[in-house]
């Protein structure tokens, strides 16, 4: 079970930490992704992380911006969204996939299936 946590109403420019924690899955075992879906467009991945960090995955259109973390401790994992813009708006979900089928894939990440999905956390970016 994935359950996602942080979003927030902000102002354009301002910071959001959102928290994505698992439960019944082992985080060191599996790939985790940020998707997000704004009113009227389709889901877009926005950042992913394996291995402890060793593979990482941002969208270009949050490069300098985001930052994907993760905890197996607290088997959590975190996205900073540093000057947020009113496009950032949307439902931002986690997602995860087994590494060996994610690795498997050979389409560029955002496609690749992911086979466990969060509720989703609303993030309004609004002056």
């Known amino acids: 079970q994935l359950v996602e946590s942080g979003g927030d109403l902000v102002q354009p420019g301002e910071s959001l930490r959102l928290s994505c924690a698992a439960s019944g899955l082992a985080l060191e075992l599996f790939v985790i992704g940020w998707f997000r879906q704004a009113p009227g467009k389709e889901r877009e991945g926005v950042s992913a992380?394996?291995?402890?960090?060793?593979?990482?995955y941002l969208a270009d259109s949050v490069k300098g911006r985001f930052a994907i973390s993760s905890d197996n401790s607290e088997n959590t994992v975190y996205l900073q969204m540093n000057s947020l813009k009113p496009e950032d708006t949307g439902v931002y979900f986690c997602?995860?996939?087994?590494?060996?089928?994610?690795?498997?894939?050979?389409?560029?990440?955002?496609?690749?299936?992911?086979?466990?999905w969060g509720q989703g956390t609303q993030v309004t970016v609004s002056s």
């Open positions: 992380i394996a291995h402890g960090g060793r593979n990482t």
């Open positions: 997602a995860a996939e087994p590494l060996e089928t994610f690795f498997s894939d050979s389409r560029p990440w955002a496609l690749r299936s992911f086979g466990t």
